[in-house]
């Protein structure tokens, strides 16, 4: 039976999002519900991802559409005073405090202000629900299986472990994430969180 998809999107002009192929441009505040139609049917889960694409800098890279509950515009975020570089601190999302980590921080790129295309994807790990700042999210597409190369031994240092896989796309190369990997630890945000809610 066809499954169904929910992101709750905050968003502004312009947005394009692509659904099975086709750019959806949205006007307002929307929920976008991503349905995998009849022709899906017939789809092998195990040949194929089904990801959200987001942008680093120049650099594209994918989480399994499975670990995102939704994807919001930029919030106020409170710092964590002595966390890692790459926490950006936390924020109030519908009444839970929710740790934010910069990606760009994270896998080694220069930090910058944030933009209008500027997105937090929020994803649910092992460690709980997380806010990842991305620059970016740009679609949301299924990619073969066979299209999908392992990292080679130069990808698979220890400061980018994260990086699972590498897509080849008609224009573009995409490194497929791997969650857990590229939040090694957030024991110490999510302590900080919890003396910030009990302080609030």
């Known amino acids: 039976m066809p499954r169904s998809y929910f992101f709750f999107v905050a968003l502004e002009v312009p947005l394009i999002t692509t659904i099975q192929g086709e750019a959806i441009y ?55 005073p002595g966390a890692d570089t790459w926490v950006e601190g936390v924020t109030n999302l519908r009444g839970r405090v929710v740790p934010v980590i910069d990606l760009r921080r994270r896998c080694g790129i220069e930090a910058t202000d944030p933009t209008a295309d500027t997105r937090i994807v929020v994803v649910n790990s092992s460690a709980g629900m997380v806010g990842l700042i991305v620059d970016a999210v740009t679609e949301v597409t299924r990619i073969p299986g066979e299209q999908i190369e392992p990292p080679g031994v130069l990808v698979t240092g220890a400061a980018n472990a994260y990086i699972r896989g590498v897509a080849k796309l008609e224009n573009r190369l995409v490194s497929l994430m791997d969650l857990e990997g590229v939040l090694p630890s957030l024991a110490d945000a999510d302590e900080s969180s919890a003396e910030h809610q009990r302080a609030a």
């Open 26 to 80: 949205g006007e307002r505040d929307m929920t976008m519900q991503l349905n995998e139609s009849s022709s899906d049917e017939d789809a092998d889960p195990a040949t194929e991802e089904h990801v959200v694409v987001f942008r680093l800098a120049d650099e594209y890279y994918a989480l399994g559409i499975q670990t995102v509950q939704e994807i919001v515009r930029m919030p106020a975020i409170t710092s964590i």
